[in-house]
């Protein structure tokens, strides 16, 4: 048995300052990872276009394709946040909604915002809306390692109460509050909470330990998924095919971390003991699929 889990390294969510106008600048860890996010987006989809393997498409206009994606993510995860999660709370405070530097964007409406910017630029550009879908497919998961990523560096979206001896046990000293109202809600848990002394707040604190689900999604949901789209769209498939096995991949992989994943403390767990994420992952994942028939039983164009 291990003496204790292991610790987040509880790593410094400022990456670096800059003077601006005799005034730091803080740019954050979590905004570097979008901004490698969009332009990894930007490489791969121009390395696809170049090779030109099932559709013509011209490196430049991946330029335009990324501007109105990077907007669909931005104001589609926030206000999919705000609608899905906390929809009272920005109800009584609107003005906190463009507060964006405080946290809170969701995979599911980024979604919706990205496929509403699909569509303008397939309109825009006389293509099928399918055909730009199919040609994004693989370029995102990527893309959300790095958004995962983001979450782990800021210790933040952790996994629920696992064994403290399982290997992949982890403390995070930022959920101290949330350990400490669970303890008191559950005095059995106090069996597996784990006191240490944590070197950033210089105190000790008692943490219970919980599964790094943040490595999880980054795992399952970016690299597997990436590896799988990436391999699948090699050789030419029917029009509709690519979208539709991204969304039954992410729908299925993000319902399974779901299980290891803190339900948000303002939703907990809804009907059939299921998670916020769980119930938008299944249309998800019916879509995915009724996708995925439907382009291998219709006839080519």
């Known amino acids: 048995m291990l003496a204790h889990p292991f610790i987040h390294p509880q790593f410094d969510p400022i990456a670096f300052s800059i003077s601006v106008w ?22 791969l989809g121009k390395y696809r276009a170049r090779k030109n393997v099932w559709q013509e498409w011209k490196p430049v206009e991946l330029d335009d394709l990324m501007f109105y994606g990077m907007l669909g993510v931005i104001f589609g995860g926030r206000l999919g946040y705000v609608l899905f ?24 409406g980024g979604m919706l915002g990205t496929l509403c910017a699909l569509w303008y630029y397939a309109r825009k550009t006389g293509r099928h809306f399918l055909q ?28 629920r109460v696992t064994s403290p001896d399982a290997p992949w046990a982890m403390l995070f000293p ?32 008692t943490n219970l330990p919980r ?21 699948f769209t090699r050789k030419s498939r029917p029009m509709g095919a690519a979208s539709g ?13 779901e299980f290891t994943r803190e339900p948000d403390d303002f939703l907990g767990l ?8 769980q ?12 996708m995925m028939v439907w382009a291998y039983r219709r006839k080519p164009a």
Not at 22 to 38: D, E, I, Q, T
Not at 246 to 256: A, E, K, M, V
Not at 270 to 277: D, E, F, K, Q, R
Not at 279 to 290: D, I, K, Q, R, T
Request: aromatic share 16%; glycine share 10%.
């Open 279 to 290: 119930w938008l992952s299944l249309p998800m994942v019916l879509a995915g699929l009724g």
């Open 85 to 108: 999660y906390k929809a009272d709370f920005y109800l009584a405070h609107p003005l906190d909604i463009i507060k964006v530097w405080e946290g809170g964007m969701s995979f599911h």
């Open 174 to 205: 930022q959920a101290w509050q949330a350990d400490a109202k669970l303890l008191a809600d559950n005095p059995s848990l106090r069996d597996v909470a784990v006191q240490h002394f944590d070197t950033y707040s210089q105190q000790l604190i």
């Open 245 to 257: 096995l991204f969304l039954t991949g992410y729908g299925c992989f993000r319902f399974i971390v």
């Open 270 to 277: 809804l009907a059939a003991h299921m998670s916020m994420g």
């Open 22 to 43: 005799n005034r730091s600048l803080h740019v954050r860890w979590y905004g570097l990872m979008y901004l490698v996010a969009f332009l990894l987006f930007i490489f």
């Open 211 to 231: 599964h790094p689900s943040q490595l999880y999604e980054l795992s399952l949901e970016g690299i597997t998924l990436f590896v799988i789209l990436w391999l």
């Open 132 to 159: 730009v879908g199919d040609f994004v497919a693989p370029l995102v998961p990527a893309g959300l390692a790095f958004g995962r990523l983001g979450n782990f560096i800021n210790g933040e979206l952790w996994g």
